[in-house]
T-cell receptor, first 115, second 111 residues
Framework: KAGVTQTPRYLIKTRGQQVTLSCSPI?????VSWYQQTPGQGLQFLFE???????NKGNFPGRFSGRQFSNSRSEMNVSTLELGDSALYLC??????????????FGPGTRLLVL | KQEVTQIPAALSVPEGENLVLNCSFT??????LQWFRQDPGKGLTSLLL?????REQTSGRLNASLDKSSGRSTLYIAASQPGDSATYLC??????????FGTGTSLTVIP
């Protein structure tokens, strides 16, 4: 089974631009979560989508948004980029079995640098 | 705000030693807890998942325990190997897959 894939792997943008990151979950997984990882703040939860609906949302400004498609692929968008948005963005997918969440599988991440 | 603390922040041990990594969290009403490892420049690999109704999980040389009442989890690594060198992260969720991560323990196993 193919793992979680994220594209692109590396990205350089300038302040004020917007960016879209993509995540393809493991086949059959309906839950996709997004995290931001920085040296100062560590790993922080952005949001989770399940069956095309946002199920949970972290404490990030509205510039951060996401969506999930019917095939469970997910995108996240960051508008009006700031220098502080430079980070590794990680996507994770998981399944739900008998009502219980199962192990999360993470992708390799997209490293975003904002200049 | 949920706080997840991991002690120690860094650990260096000789190969073959057994070791324990600690994780504490402020709210005992967790949904589940996961231990991950992260290798430099890479994503996370899940090691063990403990549901709130469970007390421990084992996989090979790894054993993780959960004590919700005291807000603690431990990851036990038996007979450590150089390949175990990585950062180990503890994460707790209170609903669905919204995980709160600790800052990690950086482990170095010396051959």
């Amino acid at each position: 089974k193919a793992g979680v894939t994220q594209t692109p792997r590396y990205l350089i943008k300038t302040r004020g631009q917007q960016v879209t990151l993509s995540c393809s979950p493991i086949s059959g997984h309906r839950s996709v979560s997004w995290y931001q990882q920085t040296p100062g703040q560590g790993l922080q939860f952005l949001f989770e989508y399940f069956s095309e609906t946002q199920r949970n949302k972290g404490n990030f400004p509205g510039r951060f948004s996401g969506r999930q498609f019917s095939n469970s692929r997910s995108e996240m968008n960051v508008s009006t980029l700031e220098l502080g948005d430079s980070a590794l963005y990680l996507c994770a997918s998981s399944n739900v079995h008998l009502g219980a969440e199962e192990t999360q599988y993470f992708g390799p991440g997209t490293r975003l640098l904002v200049l | 705000k949920q706080e997840v603390t991991q002690i120690p922040a860094a650990l260096s041990v000789p190969e073959g030693e057994n070791l324990v990594l600690n994780c504490s969290f402020t709210d005992s009403a967790i949904y589940n807890l996961q231990w991950f490892r992260q290798d430099p420049g890479k994503g996370l690999t899940s090691l063990l998942l403990i549901q709130s109704s469970q007390r421990e999980q084992t996989s090979g040389r790894l054993n993780a325990s959960l004590d919700k009442s005291s807000g603690r989890s431990t990851l036990y690594i038996a007979a450590s190997q150089p390949g175990d060198s990585a950062t180990y992260l503890c994460a707790v969720s209170f609903t669905g897959n919204q995980f709160y991560f600790g800052t990690g323990t950086s482990l170095t196993v010396i051959p």
